[in-house]
């Protein structure tokens, strides 16, 4: 899924900035499946503009630069059904996963085992986290109106990280143990 696509959706739950945009991937109902910057989001929506799908309004504020506040517009709305009916072909498209700290895991053997058992930990508490924050996020007063989309989605982070977690956390003393081992064997 693209930028432009990405803005087009959340404009569609209603106007927002830039910077409301980008929040959106961090802590809002994207965060766990979807990543933007600045850096992409910025250009998109300058896009999107000159394309007439959006339209933007600056609004003053009190002791600091007017923010620009964009909405969707019919062509923009349009524009994204188009792009979610292409994507939506009935043929699975693999999810690009990157995980540095499976890169990490893969060559642990090469590690001291303590900056092994420190990034499982810092993962065991990183994807804690991500739980947290996505059933703080379910408990939230505006999530009793969700559609059905929405719910879904949030059931399948809840899933994925779930799985994450309890892996490493089960897994970890024994992976510990076996690389331990192969170093002593390497040793001898």
Sequence with gaps: MDV???CLGVLSLGDATGYEIKKQ???GPFSHFYKAGFGSIYPA???LAADGLITGR???????????IYAVTPAGKAALA???TDHATGIAVEDDIRSEFLFLMFFA????AHRVARQIDA???LYRECLDHIEA???DSACEHQLPGHVFVRGVGLAVYRAFHDYLRDNRDAFLAQLGAGRQNAAE
């Design 82 to 84: 188009d792009a979610l």
């Design 45 to 47: 929506l300058a896009r």
């Design 25 to 27: 991937a961090e802590d």
């Design 4 to 6: 432009r696509t990405f």
């Design 137 to 139: 996020k379910a408990s």
């Design 58 to 68: 600056d609004e003053a504020q009190a002791g600091k630069p007017d923010k620009r």
């Design 123 to 125: 993962h065991i508490a």
């Design 109 to 112: 053997h090469l590690m001291p």
